[in-house]
């Protein structure tokens, strides 16, 4: 599925969804798979060698966004804790950069209108929604609310899968455990899939719809 949006210098991009969360997901998890199959022996704990976890440790901060090792601990105990797809899709989109456009995309039509930009960053499209005022933004804003709140996944009863508590995570010297985490993340995005590509495109059309009103204000 393609869709087109302008950016905010008016140039037209053009995504297409399912090529690009395959890409993303593959980008994260045949990396994972990688890491398992060149060091097989370090992942089961046959073979202790600092300097080799340390290797795969800053792998693994490279692909989860993670600063140090507590961060890459924080990182994976919150994907493994949160049902929220919000949660997980903000993680999912920072790797493609579409986050920080979306962001960019409120903050700039906010400041356009000599609004102040709050830290949430739904409090911020309820507040375009109120400049707006109209069905066409209402409706796209609608479809980003359901996407990002009422799936099944964003329920507070949902089953959690966390493997290993941030305790643990952080002081764990033993890669199959935190591996072992990475799996369970990995089995929730797999079935978040579906839903995280209807929040990628509705995402996307917002991220249309605040670029073209801020070029027709210019």
Request: proline share 0%; with cysteine; charged share 25%.
């Amino acid at each position: 599925m393609e869709i087109s949006i302008v950016g905010a210098n008016g140039s037209s991009l053009t995504y297409d969804l399912s090529d690009k969360l395959c890409e993303l997901y593959d980008s994260i998890y045949m990396e994972i798979d990688n890491i398992k199959s060149s060091y097989k022996e370090v992942c089961k704990g046959i073979v202790i060698d600092s300097k080799l976890f340390n290797h795969i440790i800053q792998k693994l901060q490279d692909l989860f966004n993670a600063s140090d090792y507590e961060d890459l601990a924080s990182v994976l105990n919150t994907l493994c804790l949160d049902n929220k797809i919000s949660t997980h899709a903000n993680f999912l989109f920072s790797k493609i950069n579409i986050q920080s456009q979306f962001e960019q995309s409120i903050n700039s039509y906010l400041k356009k209108n000599n609004k102040q930009v709050s830290d949430d960053i739904v409090d911020n499209i309820f507040l375009i929604k109120q400049l707006e005022n109209n069905h066409k933004f209402n409706k796209l804003f609608d479809i980003f609310l359901h996407n990002t709140y009422t799936s099944r996944f964003a329920h507070p009863k949902a089953k959690s899968s966390a493997i290993i508590s941030l305790d643990e995570l952080r002081s764990c010297k033993d890669i199959a455990k935190i591996l072992s985490a990475i799996e369970a993340i990995k089995k929730k995005h797999m079935e978040m899939y579906d839903t995280i590509e209807e929040l990628y495109k509705s995402t996307l059309s917002l991220i249309n719809y605040i670029n073209l009103a801020l070029l027709q204000k210019e």
